[in-house]
Protein backbone atom coordinates (compact mmCIF):
# COMPACT_ATOMS: atom_id res chain seq x y z
CA UNK A 1 0.00 0.00 0.00
CA UNK A 2 1.17 3.27 -0.87
CA UNK A 3 2.64 5.98 2.16
CA UNK A 4 -0.26 8.63 2.31
CA UNK A 5 0.97 10.82 5.30
CA UNK A 6 -1.83 11.90 7.49
CA UNK A 7 -0.88 15.63 7.70
CA UNK A 8 -1.14 15.96 4.08
CA UNK A 9 -3.98 16.58 1.69
CA UNK A 10 -4.96 15.55 -1.48
CA UNK A 11 -6.08 15.61 -4.87
CA UNK A 12 -7.36 12.44 -7.05
CA UNK A 13 -4.89 13.91 -9.93
CA UNK A 14 -2.28 12.36 -6.88
CA UNK A 15 -1.18 15.58 -6.07
CA UNK A 16 -0.61 16.46 -1.95
CA UNK A 17 -0.53 19.56 -0.43
CA UNK A 18 1.05 20.55 3.08
CA UNK A 19 1.14 23.87 4.51
CA UNK A 20 4.12 25.56 5.85
CA UNK A 21 3.84 29.16 7.19
CA UNK A 22 2.71 31.20 4.71
CA UNK A 23 2.89 28.76 1.56
CA UNK A 24 1.50 25.54 1.05
CA UNK A 25 4.22 22.94 -0.60
CA UNK A 26 2.96 20.46 -3.29
CA UNK A 27 4.04 17.36 -4.83
CA UNK A 28 3.09 14.06 -6.34
CA UNK A 29 2.43 11.21 -3.97
CA UNK A 30 3.82 8.11 -3.24
CA UNK A 31 1.12 6.31 -5.11
CA UNK A 32 1.69 8.69 -8.01
CA UNK A 33 5.52 7.90 -8.32
CA UNK A 34 4.74 4.26 -7.89
CA UNK A 35 2.47 4.45 -11.00
CA UNK A 36 4.22 6.03 -12.96
CA UNK A 37 7.72 4.10 -12.51
CA UNK A 38 11.24 5.34 -12.97
CA UNK A 39 10.76 9.26 -13.09
CA UNK A 40 13.42 10.83 -15.60
CA UNK A 41 12.63 14.57 -16.10
CA UNK A 42 10.44 16.82 -14.45
CA UNK A 43 8.66 20.08 -16.27
CA UNK A 44 8.60 22.72 -13.92
CA UNK A 45 6.91 26.08 -13.82
CA UNK A 46 8.63 29.64 -13.60
CA UNK A 47 8.43 31.27 -10.37
CA UNK A 48 5.95 34.17 -10.15
CA UNK A 49 3.37 32.34 -12.26
CA UNK A 50 -0.18 32.57 -11.27
CA UNK A 51 -2.27 29.56 -10.96
CA UNK A 52 -6.07 28.99 -10.46
CA UNK A 53 -7.03 25.21 -8.74
CA UNK A 54 -6.60 22.87 -11.78
CA UNK A 55 -4.83 24.42 -13.64
CA UNK A 56 -1.05 22.25 -15.17
CA UNK A 57 1.48 23.65 -13.78
CA UNK A 58 3.95 21.42 -15.24
CA UNK A 59 4.75 17.64 -16.06
CA UNK A 60 6.51 14.29 -15.04
CA UNK A 61 8.08 12.04 -17.73
CA UNK A 62 8.36 8.65 -16.61
CA UNK A 63 10.24 5.92 -18.44
CA UNK A 64 6.43 4.26 -18.58
CA UNK A 65 4.41 7.71 -19.50
CA UNK A 66 4.10 11.25 -19.51
CA UNK A 67 1.49 13.36 -16.54
CA UNK A 68 0.71 16.51 -16.05
CA UNK A 69 0.83 18.26 -12.85
CA UNK A 70 -2.46 19.90 -11.84
CA UNK A 71 -2.81 23.08 -9.05
CA UNK A 72 -4.95 21.53 -5.97
CA UNK A 73 -5.16 25.27 -5.10
CA UNK A 74 -4.79 29.58 -6.75
CA UNK A 75 -2.07 31.41 -5.91
CA UNK A 76 1.27 32.52 -6.66
CA UNK A 77 4.47 29.94 -7.30
CA UNK A 78 7.18 31.34 -5.04
CA UNK A 79 9.29 28.81 -5.21
CA UNK A 80 10.03 26.05 -7.32
CA UNK A 81 13.01 22.97 -7.03
CA UNK A 82 15.25 23.07 -8.99
CA UNK A 83 16.88 20.70 -7.83
CA UNK A 84 14.44 17.76 -9.86
CA UNK A 85 16.46 19.41 -13.02
CA UNK A 86 19.19 17.49 -12.05
CA UNK A 87 17.66 15.00 -10.01
CA UNK A 88 14.23 14.11 -11.25
CA UNK A 89 14.51 10.83 -9.12
CA UNK A 90 13.98 12.21 -5.56
CA UNK A 91 10.16 12.28 -6.83
CA UNK A 92 10.55 8.68 -6.29
CA UNK A 93 12.80 8.15 -3.41
CA UNK A 94 11.16 11.07 -1.27
CA UNK A 95 8.08 12.04 -2.40
CA UNK A 96 7.05 14.30 0.33
CA UNK A 97 10.11 15.54 1.53
CA UNK A 98 13.59 16.12 -1.10
CA UNK A 99 10.65 15.22 -4.18
CA UNK A 100 8.40 18.99 -3.66
CA UNK A 101 8.03 20.28 -7.03
CA UNK A 102 6.43 23.82 -6.31
CA UNK A 103 5.44 26.12 -3.16
CA UNK A 104 2.75 28.07 -3.93
CA UNK A 105 1.59 31.79 -1.66
CA UNK A 106 -2.52 30.68 -1.58
CA UNK A 107 -5.02 33.07 -2.64
CA UNK A 108 -7.28 31.40 -0.08
CA UNK A 109 -5.96 28.65 2.11
CA UNK A 110 -9.32 27.48 2.70
CA UNK A 111 -9.92 25.99 -0.78
CA UNK A 112 -7.55 23.58 1.07
CA UNK A 113 -10.68 21.94 3.03
CA UNK A 114 -12.00 21.02 -0.05
CA UNK A 115 -9.04 18.54 -0.91
CA UNK A 116 -9.41 14.79 0.93
CA UNK A 117 -7.37 13.63 3.80
CA UNK A 118 -5.63 11.04 4.44
CA UNK A 119 -8.22 8.88 4.87
CA UNK A 120 -10.72 9.67 2.10
CA UNK A 121 -7.68 9.13 -0.19
CA UNK A 122 -6.75 5.69 1.12
CA UNK A 123 -10.59 5.09 -0.14
CA UNK A 124 -10.08 7.01 -3.45
CA UNK A 125 -7.55 4.58 -3.66
CA UNK A 126 -9.41 1.60 -3.39
CA UNK A 127 -12.23 2.66 -5.24
CA UNK A 128 -9.49 2.92 -8.51
CA UNK A 129 -8.54 -0.57 -8.31
CA UNK A 130 -11.44 -1.92 -7.99
CA UNK A 131 -12.21 -0.39 -11.41
Not at 42 to 60: M, Q
Not at 66 to 78: R, Y
Not at 88 to 100: C, L, Q
Request: glycine residues 6%.
Amino acid sequence: MADIPEELKYTEEHEWARIEDDVVVIGITDYAQEALGEIVFVELPSEGEELEIGDTFGGVESTKSVSDLFSPISGDIVEVNELLVESPEDINTDPYGDGWIIKISPDNKEELDELMDSSQYEKFLESQEEV
